[in-house]
């Protein structure tokens, strides 16, 4: 059998590459289901803790291969994007949580949802960066309208109160109510029922609040996929690099979950620290140019980022002890 096409070159990288991390992936996952969660039940924070720390050290452990093999330039742009995609996955936290409160979603339930949701990620992220990096291939300057985007966010992170949420006006929640049969209570861990219906009586599949909160996370995800990918391309350009570290951040995510939902409210300078890091990686792109770069450090991005966010939780850690009575 001839396995020449494995080294053939696909999006930037050898076949082989893509095929092995997608294995990895699919291991992961498997054993995570198969074997830590093959039954459903609360995720207490100890056990959060555990997983997530597992999950960060498999993204360090990938970074150390990506640093050995494709270079320390590479191995810094990685370790960039997973921890700016990290950080960035804290937002999602906070409207993951949200959602479970809207549609009153069990804990004992919530890992099956964050799982098929975490699915949907990897799918809609390889699109998402697929669709990213032809427009950078072929349209260079697409790079600087990234790098303005995040520079804009980061400034509205910066400066514009954020309004609150109500869930119960969403235009998406409001759709699907009315496009969908949706039951009034849980049904398990299930996302779809047959039951009658209350007017015509006939027995019609309907789907739950399990599943509506599914959608509404799934539709979350590529929101914010929309500061996430740029932030990515505006480190590094190469595709296996943005792909990989999106994704061992996202994986963990699900893990993280239920430790930061605890308390999240420890974070509450993390955000400005955030806008900062946005504005600066979009500012690099533009600084390369005028000081005549091929392109930023990445040691020096990677350094100044780490400073950024972990000044952001220092502070946060500190200003927050009184409020939670520690000494």
Known sequence: MDFAFLF???????V???ASFISLVI??????????????????VADSLKLSALYITLGLAFGAWVWWYLGPDS???????????????LDNVFVIALIFSFFAVPRLYQHRVLFWGILGVIVLRAIMIGLGAALVTEFSWVLYLFAGFLILTGLKMLFVAEKETDLAANPLIRFLRRRLNVTDTHHGERFFVRQPH???????????PLFMALIVIEVADVIFAVDSVPAIF????????????????????RALYFALAAMI???HYLKPALAIVLVFIGSKVFVADLMGLEKFPAAVSLGITFAIIGSGVAWSLVKTRKQDGIA
């Open 265 to 267: 409210h420890r974070f």
């Open 8 to 14: 053939a070159d696909w999006l930037g990288k050898p």
């Open 27 to 44: 291991a992961i996952l498997a054993f995570d289901l198969g074997i830590l969660h093959k039954e459903n039940r609360e995720i207490e």
């Open 234 to 253: 505006a480190i590094t350009t190469d595709p296996f690099i943005v792909y990989t570290s999106n994704i061992f951040a996202i994986l963990g995510l």
């Open 16 to 18: 082989w590459m893509w």
């Open 75 to 89: 191995g810094m742009n990685y370790l960039t994007g997973f921890v700016v995609e990290k950080t960035l996955a």
């Open 198 to 208: 209350p007017v015509t009586g006939k027995l019609k599949l309907f789907v739950t």
